[in-house]
């Protein structure tokens, strides 16, 4: 077991820590949380779990191994960091460079440009003749000034939001405005918890966000939706970041032309630009949750995104699922949704 450290987007507050654990149980890596801090998320785990994060996650930015944490203040970092042991981080010779950065307001006294030097003054004593460079360091050091703590460490991975905005809805060669972002969507597909090879269902495609996203991380993919042109424009997207679908079928999500699937991600229409077929949203919900649970096996999940108001965490109870986790994320002033998760009792 290694300390280890993420840096998670600010753009939730708790998705971005759901979706990090997800994938560490999905990828059965064993893990024990070590802390909780704005933006930052400290666990003991295998350092090969970072691999894993890294091709997974939407909602983190950078994976470190943790050197050390200590309270923010220039004279603390600078004994901890003193007495921190550096064997095994770095070889002699190699180049480096640190980097900081302030979560919020945090810890405003300090100066991140004169705390980076500082502590490249440090390493440059305790590692034979390493050499900063600052533009193609072999090695670098990341530090977060986070709440009242600064804790650091060496950075492992980054993911860059570049192929995520790369497949944002106006991208794609199929538009609809009912489509979720690619960060959304992978993140509702890690809270599925699907393992690579595995079959996901979208019965509530519309564009397939979704089902791109499962089919990115290795997943077997099957949509299906009322609307034979949301079918139709789903395999174009589908086919244009190169996902091949086990089956795309128009077909009423109520009743599902399919026997067993290893889980599902959907969103659901919420009555404004996708078709409820002249349903209401919260009635297509009920119908399609006490229906779905047959199709998966016992333990397995259904994330599912709605609309707040219809409390879509006790539809799912009433309809005998267990309800595993809410998170609720402000869309516009007229919608804010939820991300719900539930597993088969
Ligand atoms: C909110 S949209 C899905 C958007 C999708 N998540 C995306 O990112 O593109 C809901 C979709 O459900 C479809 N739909 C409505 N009623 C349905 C039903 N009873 N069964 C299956 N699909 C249905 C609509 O045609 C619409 O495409």
Do not use: W
């Not at 089919?215 to 997207?237: H, P, T």
């Amino acid at each position: 077991m290694a300390n280890l450290f993420f840096l998670v987007s600010g753009e939730h507050p708790t998705l971005p820590f759901s979706e990090l654990e997800a994938i560490l149980e999905v990828e059965e890596h064993k893990y024990r949380i070590s802390e909780k801090l704005s933006q930052v998320l400290r666990i003991q785990a295998p350092s090969e779990s970072i691999r894993s994060i890294a091709t997974r996650s939407a909602m983190t930015r950078v994976c470190c191994l943790e050197l050390f944490i200590c309270d923010a203040s220039d004279t603390e970092i600078l004994r901890t960091v003193r007495s921190a042991c550096l064997e095994g981080v770095m070889r002699q010779r190699e180049s480096f460079a640190v980097r900081i950065r302030r979560i919020r307001a945090a810890a405003q006294h300090i100066n991140r440009g004169e705390l980076e030097r500082k502590l490249g003054e440090q390493i440059l004593k305790k590692v034979e003749n390493a050499k900063v460079n600052l533009t193609t360091p072999k090695k670098t050091f990341f530090g977060i000034l986070t709440e009242n703590r600064f804790v650091f460490g060496l950075k492992m991975a980054e993911i860059l939001p570049k192929s995520f905005i790369e497949r944002r809805p106006q991208r794609r060669p199929f538009f609809h405005p009912t489509a979720l972002s690619a960060k959304l969507a992978r993140c509702m597909v890690n809270l599925a918890r699907p393992k690579a090879g595995e079959l996901v269902l979208d019965p509530f495609c519309g564009t397939a966000s979704l089902l791109v996203e499962a089919g990115l991380i290795g997943c077997r993919v099957l949509g299906f939706d009322a609307q034979r042109r949301m079918v139709k424009g789903s395999l174009r997207n589908l086919a244009y970041y190169g996902v091949s679908p086990e089956g795309m079928i128009a077909a009423d999500a109520r009743h599902l032309p399919v026997k067993e699937v290893d889980c599902i991600v959907t969103d659901p229409p919420y009555g404004r630009s996708a078709t409820t077929l002249g349903l209401n949203t919260e009635q297509i919900v009920r119908d399609f949750l006490s229906a779905a649970q047959e199709n998966i096996p016992k333990g397995d999940k259904i994330c599912i995104a709605s609309p707040k108001s219809i409390r879509i965490g006790v539809i799912g109870k009433e309809s005998g699922l267990k309800h595993v986790e809410s998170h609720m994320v402000y869309v516009h002033r007229g919608l804010t949704r939820e991300i719900a998760v539930f597993e088969r009792n």
